[in-house]
T-cell receptor, first 109, second 114 residues
Framework: AQRVTQPEKLLSVFKGAPVELKCNYS??????LFWYVQYSRQRLQLLLR??SRESIKGFTADLNKGETSFHLKKPFAQEEDSAMYYC???????????FGKGTRLSVIA | GAVVSQHPSRVICKSGTSVKIECRSL??????MFWYRQFPKKSLMLMAT?????????EQGVEKDKFLINHASLTLSTLTVTSAHPEDSSFYIC??????????FGSGTRLTVV
């Protein structure tokens, strides 16, 4: 069964400190992995996806198939990064996303 | 592009009544839409997959007679919560897939059953 685990419900860091939001998954095949962000009172937005290997707003995530992880990282946190972050995976085709429980990132000035 | 409009954003209804939530793809055609339910401080739980012109596929544990899904056109899927009870109070979110862009989400509907 597909499962996404985000072990931290809340992560608080100081502005300028590095950030790492953990995500582990269980899936028998080769899933697509995503990070979504939800700012206060806004809808879910795609932050990045592993197949594009891009950096958005300074965030990066590397898929580690050996560790079945897709941790989200940013070297220097900004106050505007405070939000809920969801890790998600999907199978191929028009299949639904499976979400982790989310991690609330709070960046303290 | 790839905007999904969800309406209403908030609704309060009396126990026993029905509520309809609409999800529209504004600038693209969506053959597949998904309905999620989000509990406080918890993840998004997939309720069902809505396919245009056919019956929705419900996840295990989701009552299809209670949560009626209709996807009659390529731009509109509706979720009707029938005979609502306080335990149905939740945040409901729809999502659609746009080819080349991926998944896009509605802004959600906060349902409160009193």
């Amino acid at each position: 069964a597909q499962r996404v685990t985000q072990p931290e419900k809340l992560l608080s860091v100081f502005k300028g400190a590095p950030v790492e939001l953990k995500c582990n998954y269980s899936y028998s095949g080769s899933p697509e992995l995503f990070w979504y962000v939800q700012y206060s009172r806004q809808r879910l937005q795609l932050l990045l996806r592993h197949i594009s290997r891009e950096s958005i707003k300074g965030f990066t995530a590397d898929l580690n198939k050996g560790e079945t992880s897709f941790h989200l990282k940013k070297p220097f946190a900004q106050e505007e990064d405070s939000a809920m972050y969801y890790c998600a995976l999907k199978d191929s085709g028009n299949t639904p996303l499976v979400f982790g429980k989310g991690t609330r990132l709070s960046v303290i000035a | 592009g790839a905007v999904v409009s969800q309406h209403p954003s908030r609704v309060i209804c009396k126990s026993g009544t029905s509520v309809k939530i609409e999800c529209r793809s504004l600038d693209f055609q969506a053959t597949t839409m998904f309905w999620y339910r989000q509990f406080p401080k918890k993840s998004l739980m997939l309720m069902a997959t809505s396919n245009e012109g056919s019956k929705a596929t419900y996840e295990q544990g989701v009552e299809k007679d209670k949560f009626l899904i209709n996807h009659a056109s390529l731009t509109l899927s509706t979720l009707t919560v029938t005979s609502a009870h306080p335990e149905d109070s939740s945040f409901y979110i729809c999502s659609a897939i746009r080819r080349g862009i991926g998944y896009t989400f509605g802004s959600g509907t906060r349902l409160t059953v009193v």
